[in-house]
């Protein structure tokens, strides 16, 4: 195969679902060697299968990013199966409750920190304890909502999201000189589980029944932003580390808001769309978890 990414193995986590098996069925028609990671043994075993079924080589292993050492343990099965990493992105993500930040209980706000702020961090780390030895890779990590500023209603997910821009920049001006490339990407609205399976804090669910509407007018399909990612992971890249991409475009927004008013006007039934709502109950008012009283000696 004549693609510059011929023979260069891809690891993704969150690979198995969404946007990342999107972006790991683009990287496999590129000639790559995809391997995927989620906490689910069985996604992955299914991913593997199916990536192979098209015609790639792909391989997988169940990894909670949350968890340093299961991502290093994902390095090393990509690295023992297949010899090297060339690309590493860092996809994996949730997008916690809707509700107020007071609203939600710790467990759940904590959940989408450690996997948007501590699994991209430890993707990021693993990845460049490779990278930089090898002087070359490329570290691509995935933005979202937030990124550019405050999303009421969605603090977890959108300061995650900040977060995880800033850090990306840092690290590019960290390793401008290292030969690695070190990129974000903010791949717009998909319709993937992340927006049709939302979980709500009670009493704000009437707020997120405009989400189907939303969906319709904005989501585009997973196939655009996975193709932008093999863009960013090859040659076209090189040399322009800290580079921070986005799928939107205004124009396709005005599209989508064109369609569904004409839909509407010519009273045509919507397209379907399966959503799953999980009403959570407020923790505001609950009793607030017991921390130690500790006094910092120096
Ligand atoms: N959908 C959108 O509109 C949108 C917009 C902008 C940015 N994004 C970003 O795009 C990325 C992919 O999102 P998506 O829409 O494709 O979501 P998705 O369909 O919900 O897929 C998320 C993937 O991440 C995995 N995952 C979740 N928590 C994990 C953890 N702790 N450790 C390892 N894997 C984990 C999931 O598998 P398991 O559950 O089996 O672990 C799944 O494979 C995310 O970073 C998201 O923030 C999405």
Redesign the pocket.
């Known amino acids: 195969m004549n693609s510059p990414l011929a023979g260069k193995v891809v690891v993704i986590?969150?690979?198995?679902?969404?946007?990342?098996v999107a972006m790991a069925e683009a990287f496999g028609d590129a000639g790559a060697v995809v391997v995927v990671?989620?906490?689910?043994a069985r996604?992955v075993e299914e991913a593997v299968a199916h990536l192979t079924a098209r015609g790639g080589r792909a391989g997988g292993y169940a990894?909670?990013?949350?968890d340093l050492a299961q991502v290093q343990a994902l390095k090393e099965h990509a690295l023992t199966t297949f010899g090297q990493i060339d690309v590493w992105v860092n996809?994996?993500?949730?997008g916690g409750p809707y509700g107020p930040t007071a609203h939600i209980p710790p467990v759940e706000f904590e959940t989408v920190l450690r996997?948007?702020i501590f699994?991209a961090y430890h993707g990021s780390w693993v990845a460049l304890q490779h990278f930089l030895p090898q002087k070359h890779g490329k570290l691509i990590n995935?933005?979202?909502?937030g990124e550019q500023g405050p999303v009421a209603m969605q603090n977890a997910y959108a300061s995650s999201?900040g977060w995880l821009r800033s850090f990306t920049l840092a690290l590019a001006k960290e390793y401008a000189d290292s030969g690695v490339g070190i990129f974000a990407f903010?791949?717009?609205?998909?319709a993937?589980?992340?927006?049709t399976q939302l979980d709500v804090v009670a009493g704000y669910e009437e707020r997120l029944k405009i989400m189907p509407t939303i969906i319709r007018m904005f989501?585009k399909p997973v196939s655009a932003p996975a193709q932008k990612v093999v863009w960013l992971a090859g040659p076209a890249t090189d040399g322009r580390t800290g580079l921070v991409v986005r799928q939107f475009k205004p124009w396709d927004a005005l599209a989508g808001a064109l369609r569904e008013g004409m839909r509407r006007l010519l009273k045509q039934e919507a397209p379907s769309l399966e959503m799953h709502y999980r009403t959570i109950p407020a923790a505001l008012g609950a009793e607030a978890p017991h921390i130690e009283n500790h006094t910092n000696r120096q």
């Open positions: 986590t969150g690979g198995t679902r969404g946007l990342g990671g989620s906490r689910s996604s990894c909670d990013v949350s996809n994996a993500g949730t996997t948007n699994g995935i933005l979202g909502q999201k903010n791949p717009g609205m998909m993937t589980e992340l927006l989501a």
